[in-house]
């Protein structure tokens, strides 16, 4: 028994890999253990035990538990972030595609997991990290608010709108980005990514009635 449950750790977790591939690894174990036991209840011993490896390993590549909360962060922001960038760097989309494409990038399975949500919130809501998530991430929020609003002149522009505030319009797809992530944490049976999507659009479809419908 002893020697096959062996087995079995090694063909799970091979002595050695790349250094990405470890680094990707304990990032994965530290979302995992935020989620369940938030920042606060984040330790590197209980980092390395969700992951399957060493004391030694995680502090060969992160120097420290802020460091790898640090690194974990950056990781998810970069990963939502060239969700949506692909489209807005795509010439053959109109300025409504792309802006429809980052709402959905914004409600992405991948990107708005349960477990996923837990840490943006955790690091949201304990004092000593929303400075760790301004000087990292927030310039990815200020960039896509920024696209968002050119997008939405664009639009204005070619649908003749004679109302709309496109820096107002990007603000409030910010609130409701946030807002809708939140519930979708709390009350994951009531809401859901893509009835997010829904509203958003109905949203922009009482702005810009000739470029969205709800």
Known sequence: MGATAKKTDTQ?????APPEVRRAQLIDATITCISKCGISGTTLTGVTKEAGLSL??????????????????NTLAAEHRDLWMKAVQREDLSAADKLTAI????????????????????????????KSYRENSSQFD???QEICAGLCRQIIAEGDYASPDADGISMTLEAMFDGFWLNMLMYPSKFTGKA???QVRIYLATLFPGHFNA
């Open 196 to 198: 997010a999507v829904k």
């Open 56 to 73: 030694g390993l995680v502090n060969f590549h992160f120097k420290s538990k802020d460091a790898l909360l640090t690194e974990t962060l």
């Open 12 to 16: 799970k977790k091979p002595r050695t």
């Open 142 to 144: 200020i960039e896509r």
């Open 103 to 130: 709402i959905e990038a914004q409600f992405h399975p991948s990107i708005c997991s349960r477990k996923k949500l837990a840490v943006w919130f955790a690091f949201f809501g304990e004092a000593g990290h929303r």
